[in-house]
């Protein structure tokens, strides 16, 4: 169950004094998409229809009988329709003037670049899939993706929807156990990785980690290891094999499944907030609408554009923006695979300079590192190309937004603020550039065909409160992988028939939603989402400790930071060194993401009575504030020790 909303009232009423506005420049909205605010009210009328329209925009080998059924809360899109998501990003293309246009291209950490065509894209995804049969993946069995952001993991991707079976992501950053975890819960047999990757001038050991998980994981029969960095590994000799022998004898064309439009497409793991990350179940038929009309609309894309989301592939935004909703649109995708300051912090400018980006959609821990570098870097690069701007993953202060207006767009560039989940599948609250006037730090409005609201604990819509949504749409989550129960508890016990989002958000006078941050034990550290509990788990998990509570506090750069208050086992010391193995400790559980900011070892956690953990008033400490009530504090003495204490660790 949730808790009372972490974000302090300073932060609601500063966003609250933010007056700017930024109408839609005129050219822009001119030849926009979508120019006409009616868009919205004729959406709403009728939900439903206004979603068919988008669907009739895609391929279906049967149509559907009946659009929605809707009964809480399950929905089902499009029942009886037959489409496949391969076809209608691909197959679909190569019979028009896109046949020779570039679908995807890739530029690799040591400046390497690759472009693949509608076609070439077309002949590699078929011959993936036909390799993917003859090692005998059938329809339904999950696929464990892991590897770098290169272009055959995108081939990966959309091979696996060709022949029905549905992928299972990881972030290339999750360490062995996490990958053990994902690979347990989705009944893997089959992964595909590489040798490694490029990161900041470095390798990424992907091999080496799986071939620590799948120490437990003896079903894994098959392992595809794509030769990236040329670094040393071992390879098993009756489960892996390297790429290009996996698809050396493969057909040349693999005939598309005919997918049930509720047939699952993909599954990909999220925190919540419980130790164990959800399988999130995406299905095809709406999923691919959804995805394909908000990079339409928000997007605004024409054919000309040349589109980049910067996100990795292992999050949904990867799988959302990078993928499936650019492909399915006929459009450029952009995909690069390093950091933003290899070899030096001007890469993106630099990347967008060289291949003509018009779209750049990217997260605001990353503007917000970009303006403490400077201004002199973008600056040395012409991104007159740029024509619209986004921004993803969690709030953005009003001052990155117009540095990134600014100083990335040259005020020229609309800066779409969009928020949703990977549980939403794609964009829910956003503005459409061409009609919204933008308010900094507002994600604005609903998109239009979705209905959400803000509501307090009784239900009640008011302006401040929990943000919900009120009626089901396309890319809607189909629950969680084998757990029905958590499914239901997570999302739809708090309001019956009504999804609980986890985020806080505020409504303004002209019914701008203004989002503010996570309510639950979910953490946003560099817009990923981390949970308290998994985080606890891995520190407890140390010998030494006895007892850990986690909580997220505010930081400059990502948003969140991670702060641990750990108990030790009677008789051992809280050393520097110790410090550093624990932290070391949840890189190894979980990965670099995880790893605790700031740990406080401390002699006693405060609790209730009852024995409940009160990390309330942790966050009070570690964010320096006056604290709140204590009266129910077991022993008060606890707090001042730990205030003390976190003085000294910073
Ligand atoms: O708290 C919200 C925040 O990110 C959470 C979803 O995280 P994840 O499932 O990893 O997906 C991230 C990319 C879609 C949300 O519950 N969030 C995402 N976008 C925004 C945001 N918070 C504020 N503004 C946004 N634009």
């Known amino acids: 169950m949730a808790t009372k909303t972490a974000i302090g009232t300073t932060s609601i009423e500063a966003l609250l004094k933010e007056k700017r506005k930024y109408p839609p420049p005129k050219e822009f909205a001119k030849r926009a998409n979508v120019n006409r605010a009616s868009a919205y009210a004729e959406a709403a009328k009728n939900p439903v229809r206004f979603w068919e329209r988008f669907a009739r925009e895609l391929d279906w080998f049967k149509p559907w009988r009946k659009a929605l059924e809707w009964k809480a809360p399950y929905a089902k899109w499009f029942i009886g329709g037959k489409l496949n998501v391969s076809y209608n990003c691909l197959d679909r293309h190569i019979n028009t003037a896109r046949r020779t246009k570039a679908a995807l291209i890739w530029e690799g950490e040591p400046g390497d670049t690759r472009t693949l065509t509608y076609w070439d894209l077309y002949r590699e995804v078929n011959r993936f899939a036909s390799a993917l049969k003859r090692g005998g993946v059938k329809r339904g069995d999950r696929v464990t993706i892991y590897m770098p952001m290169v272009p055959e993991t995108a081939i990966a991707m959309l091979a696996c929807t060709r022949i029905g079976a549905p992928h299972s ?30 990161r900041r001038g470095g390798h990424v050991p992907l091999k080496k980690n799986v071939d620590e998980a799948l120490k437990e994981c003896p079903d894994v029969r098959t392992v595809v290891v794509l030769k990236r960095t040329g670094q040393q590994i071992n390879m098993q000799a009756d489960r892996d094999i390297w790429w290009d022998d996996f698809v050396k004898e493969a057909e040349a064309y693999c005939p598309p499944e005919k997918m049930d439009a509720e047939d699952m497409l993909y599954l990909l793991y999220t925190s919540g907030s419980t130790g164990k990350p959800k399988g999130i179940q995406h299905t095809t038929g709406g999923y691919l ?37 650019p492909l399915a649109n006929g459009t450029t995708t952009v995909m690069y695979e390093g950091t933003p300051d290899t070899p030096d912090k001007d890469r993106f400018w630099r990347i967008i300079e060289k291949h003509g980006i018009t779209i750049c ?35 953005i202060n009003p001052e990155a937004w117009v540095w990134y207006w600014k100083v990335i767009g040259g005020g020229r560039c609309p800066v779409v603020d969009t928020w949703w989940q990977t549980e939403t599948g794609h964009i829910l609250i956003t503005p459409l550039p061409g009609v919204t ?15 959400a609201d803000v509501l307090n604990d009784k239900g009640e819509s008011v302006k401040a409160g929990y943000l919900v949504l009120t009626k089901p749409w396309p890319g809607m989550l189909r629950g969680i992988y084998r757990d029905p129960q958590r499914f239901q508890a997570q999302y739809w016990n708090r309001y019956p028939g009504v999804y609980f989002t986890g985020d806080g958000a505020k409504l303004d006078e002209e019914g701008y939603f203004w989002l503010l941050g996570r309510v639950d034990d979910v953490m946003n550290i560099s817009g990923h989402r981390v949970s308290t509990m998994e985080v606890e788990s891995a520190l407890v998990d140390h010998p030494l400790v006895a007892e850990a509570a986690v909580i997220g506090r505010p930081h400059e750069i990502k948003g969140q930071a991670i ?57 009070d400490i570690a964010e320096g504030k006056a604290l709140g009530d204590t009266t129910t504090l077991a022993d008060p003495a606890v707090v001042a020790r730990l205030k003390d204490q976190y003085g000294e660790e910073e």
Not at 177 to 197: F, P
Not at 437 to 451: E, H, W
């Open 169 to 198: 992501v990881i972030f290339g950053g999750f360490a062995p156990d996490a990958i053990r975890e994902r690979i347990h819960d989705a009944q893997s047999t089959v992964l595909l990785t590489a040798d490694g990757g490029w």
């Open 289 to 325: 609408t959804g995805v394909y009309a908000t990079t339409k609309w928000v997007f605004d894309l024409h054919d000309t554009d040349v589109f980049w989301c910067t996100a990795d592939i292992g999050w949904v935004t990867g799988h959302s923006y990078v993928v499936y909703g």
């Open 361 to 395: 959609y990217t997260a605001p821990t990353a503007i917000r590192t970009f303006m403490r570098w400077g201004d002199e870097y973008p600056n040395r690069c012409d991104l007159s190309s740029l024509r619209l701007l986004g921004s993803v993953g969690e709030p």
């Open 437 to 451: 006037t933008l308010k900094p730090g507002s994600a604005t409005r609903p998109f239009p065909g979705i209905s």
């Open 563 to 619: 702060a641990a208050f750990v108990t030790i086992k009677d008789g051992t010391t809280g050393s520097k060194e110790l410090m550093e193995e624990l932290k070391g400790h949840v890189t190894k559980k979980i990965g670099a993401l995880a790893r605790p900011d700031d740990l406080i070892f401390a002699s006693d956690l405060p609790k209730t009575r009852s024995g409940k953990i009160m990390r309330r008033l942790l966050r």
